[in-house]
């Protein structure tokens, strides 16, 4: 299937499954087996992809010395682009309070554990890589595999097979990625109709829009400006691309995104259409992609602010500017601290409600439309991860394209 075709049969893939889902509302959860084996096929890759392509990265550079530059510059980005998404997410909600006069209700916390920032630095290294992969953390997989990759390249001619055994598994990684999108269309209308159905139709859902309709359009206002402002304009300056073409290339990994909610979902394709169709070298991709999936997420942290703010607004607290700069730190660490599945940015948003003293309670008041939120916010965090490679990749051009 040519690549347009493909991205032209998931985007009616969508238009189909919201219809359905509008419509038949609860019936149509009877779909949802279909998207789950879609989400499947694609997460089955992604603890193998993020071990085999880390490795190969790492070898990579440590190989030419440009690993250190690679990585502070890395780190930059992830820490200047989610500061910036998090000034915006309190510029916004601040100037448009979408949360007075809204009524906190009183119910319970749907929230399993509490995290906390200790937690946070204790999800990076795991005593048992095998428990961390079967739990999806992916953190300490990569991790692992960065450790383990200057080890191994600095094991000599001794160890080129075993390098080569990553390289290779890396590239039919990928290959298998563009298998499983032949099914995408099909499963991605079935996620999205699956979805819609169980938050009980279209009507049902516009209802529960509505009631906090103001924090939804902020939220989505937010990520917008970041999206389309923001991070196109660091595109363009930092790497001379047009983000419209640069986006394009990566319509289906955005989709994929949308429809998942899953920023390690959308991973493998995320890197073979960066590296595919955008040219970036397989280091950056390799690199910045796999560990911007779990720790540099944008919108997430852009979507904490906001909400934090709007339970501060609703529950009738003024925030001081101290508290507000709590709000940044705590906000930019929980969007560190959450994992790439759906939702997580909601648990990590305990740490700042907690850091702050707000009520836990007022996580009920958003937790109606969070699901189709996340959609949006990981849609962002996938984009800056791939504008991330982009910067990345053309700023150390030297190192990583001998
Ligand atoms: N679902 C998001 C992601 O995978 C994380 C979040 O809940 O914000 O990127």
Known sequence: MSERVLFYAIAIGVAVGVAFGWVAG???TGVAWIGDLFLNALKMLVIPLVVSSMIEAVTSMASRGGLGSVARLTFAYYLATTFIAVVIGLLVVSVIRPGDGVELGSGAVPIIAATGLADIARSIVAPNLFA?????QILPLLVFS?????ALQAGGAAAAPAIGFFKASNDALLRMVGWIMVAAPVGIAALVAAHLGKAGGGPAFMEEVAAIGLYFA???LGLSLHAFIVLPLILIVLTRRSPRE???NLGEALITAFSTASSSATLPLTM????????????ATSFVLPLG?????DGTALYEAVAAVFIAQASGVDLTFGAQIVVVLTATLASVGAAG?????????VIVLQAVGLPLEGISAILAVDWLLDRFRTTVNVWGDSVGAAVVDARMGATLHP
């Open 26 to 28: 609860e019936a149509a």
């Open 132 to 136: 961390a992969a079967a739990d999806f």
């Open 146 to 150: 960065l450790v383990f990759g200057i």
């Open 218 to 220: 902020t939220v989505l």
């Open 246 to 248: 640069f986006a394009a």
């Open 272 to 283: 073979r259409l960066n590296e595919e169709r955008n040219g970036l070298s397989e280091e």
């Open 293 to 297: 999936a779990t720790v540099n997420m």
């Open 341 to 349: 599945i759906p939702q997580a940015g909601l648990v990590t948003l």
